[in-house]
């Protein structure tokens, strides 16, 4: 793999991060990044292929029109050509003979080379802090499952409180028939004992 300089911009991303973003496989990303090497810049840290933020981009695009059956030599010269719609705009006024304002020209700063273990300290941050978002969305997927869990639980027990009710209800019905059929017999032992149904 050829190994270009670039200078590194705040956010850099793995080969495996670049997977992440566009949901495809590290293989996929991997046979993209080893084929189209010319248009896809890299730093090495060590063993590992870093990309500036912007190269995201041109991987989406690589994928896109990959998935589309468009061949490599295409692909390629639509990566390097692509212009932007001022740019175009700027071009077509020229050919009519518009003058074209120029723009002004801004000097940007050189960055300041880090040294390989700032580079790494760097990486081992970002990776830290995937990992922390990707248990976020897990803890957050799990509180999700344990909110519908406790609802069930509640209408679970909101269905035995009524059936407790009603049987509650049943028991009352039958204490009351008993006391009844006692006040019923009483009645008949008071009337057998005062000689009613004496002959």
């Given at each position: 793999m050829k190994?270009?300089?670039?200078?590194?911009?705040?956010t850099t991303r793995k080969l495996a991060d670049v997977a992440d973003v566009l949901g495809i496989s590290e293989d996929e990303c991997r046979r993209i990044?080893?084929?189209?090497?010319?248009?896809?810049?890299c730093k090495k840290i060590g063993k590992v292929r870093v990309y500036d933020e912007n190269m995201v981009d041109r991987f989406r695009k690589?994928?896109?029109?990959?998935?589309?059956?468009?061949?490599?030599?295409?692909?390629?010269?639509a990566i390097k050509g692509g212009k932007s719609l001022e740019e175009r705009a700027r071009e077509d006024m020229r050919r009519m003979g518009v003058e074209v304002p120029k723009e002004p020209q801004m000097q940007v700063p050189k960055p300041v080379p880090r040294t390989?273990?700032?580079e790494e300290l760097i990486l081992a941050v970002r990776s830290a802090e995937a990992a922390v978002?990707?248990?976020?969305?897990?803890?957050?997927?799990?509180?999700?499952?344990?909110?519908?869990?406790?609802?069930?639980?509640?209408d679970a027990v909101a269905e035995v409180a009524k059936e407790v009710a009603a049987l509650?209800?049943?028991?009352?019905?039958?204490w009351d028939q008993i006391?009844?059929?006692?006040q019923y017999f009483r009645n008949q032992d008071a009337q057998k004992k005062s000689g009613f149904w004496k002959r």
């Open positions: 190994n270009v300089e670039i200078s590194m911009a705040d990044a080893d084929e189209y090497e010319t248009v896809l810049p690589i994928a896109d029109l990959r998935a589309q059956g468009l061949p490599q030599d295409v692909i390629i010269e390989e273990t700032e978002q990707t248990m976020d969305h897990r803890m957050a997927a799990m509180r999700e499952r344990l909110a519908e869990d406790n609802a069930a639980v509640l509650r209800s049943e028991v009352h019905t039958l006391a009844s059929l006692e």
